[in-house]
Each structure stands twice: as structure tokens, then as C-alpha cells.
């Protein structure tokens, strides 16, 4: 990697990580808050208060991956398309499993929606470096 691209990158942790952080401290933050208010539309708005920062720093990736070359931007993309394709499969499987009740007989937790995002960003981050690792 070049001093230009270690630049962009760091550059880029730097306006990432702001966001991620306020997001971090919303999602620990919010079941007190969300508990501590009574009227539910006032609860309801709340829960997508964590939205917000999530919103910043999808533009910043935007905006990152925007400003790369060509070989950095396939790359990306290629870890997204990856990562898309196996979240789904893994999501529909684990969806299966719960539909015909296995989860609970096995002992399993039921997985919620809001875990996609999190089995997408390491599937992505996983492939991401991976295929860099083998470039450099």
C-alpha cells in the first residue's frame, strides 16, 4: 500500500470512527432512555435515534470508497458483493432453522433482524482483507 493510500485511509478512520462512537454509545444508552419516557411515539422515535450516526458513517464509507482508485474501489466492492450473497444465505438458513423450530429445541437464540448489519460489516471487513492481504 502507498503512503498515499495509508493517508487516505487514515483519513478516512478518522471521520468514520466519530460516528461509529456516538453510535456505540446510543445503542448501550437507548434501553434506559427508551425505558424512562412514557408516551410510544416519543419511544418509537427514539429507537431510530441510533440511526443517525449509522447514516454519517455510511456517507463517509461512500464518500472513501468514491475517492479510491480503481483497483481499491473493485475491491470493495467485490468484499460487498461477497458479504451480501453470504449474510442472505446465512440469514435465510438461520430463518429456516427458526421456522421449523429447531433453534428451540437445540437451545438456540432466535436472531433478530438487527443482526444482519453486524454479520454483514465482518463478512465484508473479513473478505476486504483478506483479498488486500494477498495483493500487497
Known sequence: MSTADDASH??????FAPPMAIY?????GMPKLISS?????????????????LTWAMIEL?????????LQRRLHFEAGG????????LMFCWGLVE?????????????NGVAV????CAIY???YWKTRRQID
Open 24 to 28: 456505540l454509545v446510543l445503542l448501550i
Open 125 to 127: 471487513v473479513f473478505r
Open 117 to 120: 448489519m453486524p454479520i454483514f
Open 62 to 70: 461512500a464518500r472513501h470508497v468514491a475517492r479510491l482508485d480503481e
Open 99 to 111: 421456522m421449523w423450530g429447531v433453534t428451540e429445541l437445540a437451545g438456540l437464540p432466535r436472531l
Open 10 to 15: 487514515r483519513r478516512f478512520a478518522s471521520r
Open 37 to 53: 419516557v412514557e408516551p410510544t411515539w416519543i419511544k418509537m422515535l427514539l429507537s431510530f435515534l441510533p440511526l443517525l450516526p
Open 82 to 89: 461477497i458479504a451480501a450473497l453470504l449474510t442472505c444465505f
